[in-house]
Antibody
Framework: QEQLHESGPGLVKPSETLSLTCAVS??????????WGWIRQPPGKGLEFIGS???????FYNPSLKSRVTISLNTSKNQFSLRLNSATAADTAVYYC???????????????????WGQGALVTVSS | SSEVTQDPAVSVALGQTVKITCQAD??????ANWYQQKPGQAPVLVMF???SRPSGTPDRFSGSSSGDTAALTITGAQAEDEADYYC????????????FGRGTKLTVL
């Protein structure tokens, strides 16, 4: 069973870069047919998709964050990372990493879902 | 981007049936996935592709869709079903961009 674990600084100063890493165990991030994504949740609020990286290295970002976000794979360490530039207080959130298979097959077809999630990492942006 | 409508809060008596809905134009094209989140925990997938249950989801959970609305129904709600429920689907642009609803807080009375 896949396990994901986020790590990184819990406190970031405004205007600096927020960086997190997601370590994956129980499977390889190089396995074909998987996206690896980041989702965040501000305190007391809902979920927001940040972006994903495909096993091939192709990236996909939320248009509202695209100018500030970089997601990349590190296959030698079996982990992937998130960098969010020019952080502000609005970026304070619990950040989750998640696996997204290209197709989880159900009753009638196969669908993209976030099926395994990390436990989440709280990042506070404050001076 | 997609506008999403989810009731902020819903309550149900223990053992009764409750339907949680999610409305968005994208749902005319794409199926909804549903995630359950309990306090202090990561979300868990409970329904996908509109009406498919992952292994581990009790069969009292069912999913449906009609037009621009997807629904998650719990038949015989249990105390452990009290949680926030989020719908999610691909953005109307068709790009690999995922939208989440604002969540519905389910209280089991």
């Amino acid at each position: 069973q896949e396990q994901l674990h986020e790590s990184g600084p819990g406190l970031v100063k405004p205007s600096e870069t927020l960086s997190l890493t997601c370590a994956v165990s129980g499977g390889s991030i190089s396995s074909s047919g998987f996206y690896w994504g980041w989702i965040r949740q501000p305190p007391g609020k809902g979920l927001e998709f940040i972006g994903s990286v495909f096993y091939s290295g192709s990236t996909f970002y939320n248009p509202s964050l695209k100018s500030r976000v970089t997601i990349s794979l590190n296959t030698s360490k079996n982990q992937f990372s998130l960098r969010l530039n020019s952080a502000t207080a609005a970026d304070t959130a619990v950040y989750y990493c998640a696996r997204q298979p290209q197709g989880l097959c159900g009753n009638s077809a196969c669908f993209e879902v976030f099926d395994y999630w990390g436990q989440g990492a709280l990042v506070t942006v404050s001076s | 981007s997609s506008e999403v409508t989810q009731d902020p809060a819903v309550s149900v008596a223990l053992g009764q049936t409750v339907k949680i809905t999610c409305q968005a134009d994208s749902l005319r094209t794409y199926y909804a996935n549903w995630y359950q989140q309990k306090p202090g925990q990561a979300p868990v997938l409970v329904m996908f592709g509109g009406d498919s249950r992952p292994s581990g989801t009790p069969d009292r959970f069912s999913g449906s869709s009609s037009g621009d609305t997807a629904a998650l129904t719990i038949t015989g709600a249990q105390a452990e079903d009290e949680a926030d429920y989020y719908c999610s689907f691909r953005d109307s642009s068709g790009d690999h961009h995922w939208v989440f609803g604002r969540g519905t807080k389910l209280t089991v009375l």
